[in-house]
């Protein structure tokens, strides 16, 4: 017990926890975006016109691409600032969490009609 | 015994890599919460962790492959518009479903739903592949980074499991049909 408790602190300096946590809070902000980018489609006409990237798909295909887009974007900015670092991954997590959860309820379409 | 190539179509996407990836799960979850819940446990042999690496990916590939069929392939056909003056809609799913107030909800909810919080489950168990493969069994050390990916494929569970809830009842309200027939086998007529 005691050589894998000792063992683990070199170990969490060898493997710091930065590039889990990036990818992590990438997941809840890309889970988030798009929810938000399918509610501005749907609420203005610009936006749905825009967002029509393939006809025959319609705006889901602007919608879904932009939000993977602003995911693959915020995973490499967040992994470059903390790839050799360790973070407080547990406020990170509760925020990825917290985005996550929006993510889901926001694509409710009576919950996101309210906006 | 036949099939249009369309209903083939959403067949795959649904009962093939949709509940396959809903299968799937409940394994990543049990190998999971088996080996990684405790720093203390018993010691993880590299072949498994392989495995699991490989099961894990693989499960990014197929939710990867069941949101772009459905979006690039099966929605194209549900959302089409008739021309004027068609008599029946059978052809035009959506349109059916909004032609009667009884069907019109499993489009407004159902499919506006599911189209968005589909894109949930890649996302999610992309993550958890990743963040897998990068800590391994160190991830025994790491339990928020650990509790995250448990969460996340938990959430990509809930999110293929409303996806292909609607999936199935909008295909028993208003099928996706159309395209050339594939026949299978040829009764006998009696």
């Given at each position: ?34 929810a938000i980018?399918a509610i501005l489609?749907d609420k ?62 926001l694509?409710?379409?009576?919950i996101a009609d309210l906006f | ?190």
């Amino acid at each position: 017990m005691s050589n894998q408790s000792t063992s683990s602190a070199p170990q969490a300096k060898l493997n710091p926890n930065g590039p889990g946590a990036a990818a992590v809070l990438a997941a809840g902000i890309g889970s988030f975006m798009v929810a938000i980018f399918a509610i501005l489609a749907d609420k203005a006409a610009s936006i749905k016109n825009l967002m029509n990237f393939y006809k025959p798909t319609g705006p889901l295909s602007g919608v879904t691409t932009c939000a993977i887009v602003v995911w693959l974007a915020a995973w490499a900015l967040l992994h470059w600032r903390w790839s050799q670092r360790n973070v407080e991954v547990g406020r990170v997590t509760a925020a990825a969490f917290i985005l996550l959860f929006l993510g889901v309820l926001l694509t409710f379409p009576p919950i996101a009609d309210l906006f | 015994m036949e099939i249009t190539t369309r209903g083939l179509w959403t067949m795959i996407h649904g009962m093939g890599f949709g509940a396959l990836y809903l299968l799937a799960c409940s394994g990543a979850l049990v190998e999971l919460y088996r080996r990684y819940r405790s720093p203390l446990g018993p010691e993880i042999k590299e072949e498994d962790e392989r495995f699991l690496r490989i099961y894990l990916t693989a499960m990014a590939v197929l939710a990867w492959i069941t949101v772009l069929t459905g979006a690039y392939i099966i929605y194209p056909w549900y959302r089409a518009v008739p021309p004027p003056g068609t008599a029946s809609l059978a052809a035009f799913p959506q349109r059916l479903l909004m032609s009667s107030p009884s069907t019109a909800a499993w489009h407004s909810i159902g499919m506006e739903w599911k189209e968005h919080v589909a894109w949930l489950v890649p996302i999610s168990i992309t993550m958890a592949a990743v963040v897998f493969s990068q800590y391994r069994r160190s991830l025994r050390i790491h339990p928020e980074l650990r509790a995250a990916v448990v969460g996340f494929v938990w959430a990509s569970l809930l999110a293929a499991g409303i996806s292909g809830f609607f999936g199935a009842m909008l295909n028993k309200t208003a099928p996706v049909t159309g395209g050339s027939t594939i026949t299978f086998v040829q009764g006998a007529q009696k």
